[in-house]
Each structure stands twice: as structure tokens, then as C-alpha cells.
């Protein structure tokens, strides 16, 4: 780019050169056929003969050489014409005619030599342009062709993908043998990831029906003991406990079982469930639970919108949780608000309560699927919230909860157009 003036200047030269060689035959072919009065007359042959056009870009000049040397040779040299200092490109040369020796001289103007310049390169810097231009779009439309499998493996075998019965197994069409070989890898990992997943869910889903028959046997038995003669007081408060542990034992098995459901979609997702009315009708079924508690619970707002391709007693549960956790830890004179509202492209719950707030240690491990939880309050086995998140998941509804001494805000985003199934 940098050597593209240096080649315009030559190649304008050049041009001029041989144009003004072109005139300079034409001058000598005129006077070979009509002879030298045509620009010299006889009566005063030394005035000679000279011509400039009006804008003194190009002038002819014919005169006696009274010398004995040749010339033919290209010069730059500067002429004075009224009172203006013109540069020009001159080619000189010397013939013979008749048993004269006669001198032409043509000259062209340097500033019409930059023009030419100038247009040559206004030319070459555009066809650069169009031609950068024209490169990078059929580059990039080109490259975005190339990668148009790679894309699509990206976007729907990987980013999409938040569980693994999620995973499209059918291959991305292309010509390309990497774009094959990587495809082909990520299936065979998923499958194994998958079969690993399965195995445990059965696993969990088998120990928990199996967990429910003795659970059921030993519930049984402890409420025979309460009705039994001459049991003491020490025996009847041990036998209350053996009660709440075989309870909270039912409850993890329970929420075993719904989890390993949801993950082994054992539920069908073709329901239209208005929200707005489940939000009603929790808080008729709750309200006289937070009023013994002394908490407010309120609708502050309730918009009508139905969740296409749900199932209605998985948003029921989902949401339910959530309201429940909030009932659960909410001092007295606390405040729970419901709310369902309409935003930019989603429908959102809310559920807020004025309660001390879940550790961001409790939060994360429900957010990387951990199922039993390390290090939490006894009381607060995590259930409900992976519940809430497995369901979310699940109903390709997003879930953001956020949790600080003041209290907790669950939201739940129901996505307006869903895709049809």
C-alpha cells in the first residue's frame, strides 16, 4: 500500500510519455503530407511556430535548429506565460526536412499529469475498498458456513442442555470430519453420563420405596405403644420422638421420590394452568396458618396469566414451597406478599417474606444439585428449595432467589411463548 503512490506517479508518467510521443508522429505525419507551411510560413521562417491551449495544460512548439546535434529525449522543465510559472513534461526532438533541420517540441502540464494521478488513485483506494469489502463479506458468510454445524452442536448439544435426559441424541448434519468426530464424542459422553445418572436416580427411587414399607411398619407400631396400658411418662415422650424422627424420615423419603420423578420426567407437561388462581387459592389455604402465627400474608398483586405445557400440580407444589418455607421461618408480626405480574418477556411470581434470610452455604449447594446438604441447621434439611429447583428446571421455568437478614424474595419466570412440544 505504501509503494501505491510511487506506482500511479510512474505509470501517469509513462502514459503521458507515450501520448506525447503519439502527437509528436502525428505533428511529423501532418508534415510529411502537407509539407512545413502548414505550421511555418515561408515569408518569415524564423518566427516559427507555437501553440498553447486556452488552460496551458498542452502546447506545441516548432522552430529552426540551427545546432548540428540530435536531441530526443523527455525533460521538466518551467516556462513563464503570462506571468505564470508553468511546469511542464516536455518531449523534444529534432528531423530533418526539406534541407531545414527542424526542432518539436510537446509539452503537457505537471499538474495535469497529479490529476491523473489523483483520479488513478481515488480509483485504486476504492476498488481496494469494494474489494476489502466484498472479501470480508464473503469471508465471514463463508466462515459462518463453515461453522454452521459447530454452532448448532454448541447451541443445542451443550448450552441448552441443563440435565442429561435433556440431550438430543440425533447427529448434526455436516461435511466436515472434525465437526463429525466432535459430535460423535459429545453423544458417547452424554449416553455415559446419562446411564451414570440413571443408575442413581434408580437407585434412590428404589431405596426410597423400600425405605416406605418399614417406615410404615414401624408408624404403625408406635401409635399401638400410645394406646398401650401402662405406659409411663418417660416411655410417652420417647415414643413422641420416635414419632418425629419416623415423620421426618417419611418427609425425606417423600421428597426422594417427587425429586427422582422429576428428574425421570415421570410427569406429563400438557397442562394450561392459570397462576393467578393458584397464587388465590394458596393464600385462602395458608391464611389461617400465618394468622396463628401472627404474619400478614397478602396478594399484592395478582395478574391473569396462563403457563401453556406445564403441569398444574408441579406449579402448585413449586410455588407452594416456597410459601411454606417463608410461613416457616417468618417471626411473628413478620409479612409475606404474593405477586404476580408481567414483565418484558416473562411472567413473574414473587414470594417475600420479612424472615432472617437462607445461608448463601444452603443456596449454593441446592444450585449444584448436591441432594443431601452438608453443614446446614438440623431443621433445615433443604428439601423444599431443591424441590423448587428441580420442578423449575423441569417446567423450563428460572428461578432466582435472593436472601439477606431482611428476608428472602423467591422468583419464579414463566416464559410468555412457549415453544409447542
Known amino acids: 500500500m ?16 507515450s501520448q506525447l510521443l503519439e502527437k509528436k508522429n502525428e505533428v511529423l ?8 507551411d502548414t505550421f511555418i510560413a515561408q515569408e518569415d521562417p524564423s518566427v516559427g511556430f507555437g501553440s498553447y491551449n486556452i488552460l496551458k495544460e498542452e502546447y506545441i512548439l516548432l522552430e529552426h535548429w540551427e545546432f548540428s546535434t540530435d536531441v530526443d529525449t523527455i525533460f521538466v522543465e518551467d516556462r513563464i506565460l503570462e506571468k505564470e510559472k508553468v511546469t511542464y513534461r516536455v518531449y523534444s526532438h529534432t528531423f530533418n526536412f526539406g534541407d531545414n533541420n527542424y526542432i518539436l517540441e510537446i509539452g503537457r502540464s505537471i499538474e495535469t499529469i497529479k490529476e491523473i494521478e489523483a483520479i488513478l488513485f481515488n480509483i485504486l483506494i476504492s476498488a481496494l475498498i469494494i474489494f476489502l469489502v466484498l472479501t470480508s463479506i464473503l469471508d465471514s458468510l463463508y466462515t459462518e458456513r463453515i461453522l454452521l454445524p459447530f454452532k448448532k452442536i454448541i447451541k443445542y448439544k451443550l448450552s441448552q442442555i441443563n440435565e442429561p435426559q435433556q440431550f438430543p441424541y440425533l447427529q448434526i448434519a455436516s461435511n466436515t470430519d472434525e465437526f463429525k468426530l466432535l459430535d460423535q464424542s459429545i453423544t458417547e459422553m452424554m449416553r455415559r453420563i446419562q446411564k451414570s445418572f440413571n443408575q442413581e436416580r434408580i437407585f434412590i427411587s428404589h431405596a426410597s420405596h ?7 411398619i414401624l408408624q404403625t407400631k408406635v401409635e399401638t405403644l400410645f394406646s398401650s396400658d401402662g405406659v409411663s411418662d418417660l416411655q410417652m415422650e420417647k415414643l413422641l420422638d420416635m414419632q418425629m424422627t419416623i415423620q421426618k424420615m417419611k418427609k425425606t423419603v417423600n421428597a426422594l421420590l417427587l425429586i427422582s420423578k422429576v428428574n425421570n420426567t415421570q410427569f406429563l407437561r400438557t397442562d394450561s394452568v392459570p397462576l393467578n388462581k393458584i397464587l388465590v387459592n394458596l393464600g385462602e389455604e395458608w391464611l389461617a396458618f400465618a394468622e396463628d402465627k401472627q404474619i400478614t400474608l397478602k396478594i399484592e398483586r395478582n395478574e391473569d396469566f396462563v403457563s401453556k405445557n406445564s403441569n398444574e400440580s408441579l406449579c402448585n407444589m413449586m410455588i407452594q414451597n416456597a410459601l411454606i418455607n417463608a410461613l416457616k421461618y417468618t417471626p411473628e408480626g413478620g409479612e409475606i406478599v404474593l405477586s404476580g405480574a408481567y414483565q418484558v418477556d416473562n411472567y413473574e411470581v414473587h414470594v417475600r417474606d420479612t424472615g432472617p434470610g437462607i445461608s448463601e452455604n444452603l443456596l449454593q449447594q441446592v444450585k449444584d444439585g448436591i441432594v443431601f446438604l452438608k453443614e446446614v441447621e438440623k431443621d433445615k434439611s433443604g428439601f423444599g428449595l431443591q424441590i423448587m429447583y428441580k420442578i423449575a428446571l423441569y417446567l423450563g421455568v428460572e428461578i432466582n432467589i435472593t436472601s439477606s437478614d431482611k428476608g428472602t424474595a423467591v422468583c419464579f419466570k414463566f416464559p410468555t411463548i412457549v415453544n409447542e412440544l
Do not use: C, Q, V
Open 2 to 17: 505504501t509503494a501505491a503512490p510511487f506506482l500511479l506517479k510512474y505509470f501517469a508518467l509513462r502514459n503521458t510519455d
Open 29 to 36: 505525419e501532418i508534415i510529411s503530407k502537407n509539407g512545413m
Open 210 to 216: 423400600e425405605l416406605k414399607t418399614p417406615i410404615s
